[in-house]
């Protein structure tokens, strides 16, 4: 579905084809933070059954816990992640990236004490700090995505962001922890697992960094040489 929505955007807007699918910046962008959520849907989604499965914590107590943790860091980690992003874009003009790149990894290590705990006290903070730093990338990557198309193009470049968002983080990531929760018989080791994409998530966020700057210069002519009229 995805493909044929390209083949058709190419056929009938080829300006704004070059400037979203054919621009390997914003691709990149897409990909970077689309696993990044990738990560951070899967430990939202997971965190309480971990806590009433392993952990042995009422259903109550983690619903209140996990719940109110999770729309305090995420408040907070992308009201923060933002206005840090505008702030080094102001001497950088890949500074947004660097907050994106920082974001990839910097949930690794929560994560992976949080669902290696043995106690409860212990998971709660560290799956907070997970979505804490994994939250601080969503509005560098949505406003470099922004940066990478001419006004009109916004909302068709909002509606690819989050397509990237929604494959990658929210179909994939709770499915495969849960599918090799299955299979392996350890919720933790579903989880645990998703951090193989890691590296993918780091090297997609530095190629978006070296790319960026030179695909916002080039934005204006790029869009002339596909037809548009500015």
Known sequence: AVFSWA????????????????????LCTVVAYGLNAFLSYAASFWAAPYALRVLGETPAHAG???GSSGALSGFLGVTLGG??????RRRNP???????TFAT???VPFLALAFTSASIWMFYPCI??????????????????????????RGTATGTFFIGTTLLGLA???????????????????MLSLLLSVPITLAAGIAAYR??????ATREDRARAAGEVI
């Open 7 to 26: 083949r058709a955007l190419r056929k009938r807007d080829a300006a704004t084809f070059a400037l979203i699918v054919a621009t390997p910046a914003f």
């Open 64 to 66: 209140l816990f996990v």
């Open 83 to 88: 206005v840090i992003a505008d702030r080094l």
């Open 94 to 100: 890949g500074g947004r990236l660097i907050v994106v």
């Open 105 to 107: 990894v910097a949930p």
């Open 128 to 153: 907070a700090l997970a979505q804490f730093t994994s939250a601080l990338a969503l509005g560098g990557a949505a406003a470099t995505t922004q940066d990478l198309v001419l006004p009109r193009m």
């Open 172 to 190: 994939l990531g709770p499915y495969l922890a849960g599918r090799v929760s299955t299979l392996s018989g350890s919720l933790s080791v579903g």
């Open 211 to 216: 790319l960026v700057p030179a695909a916002e």
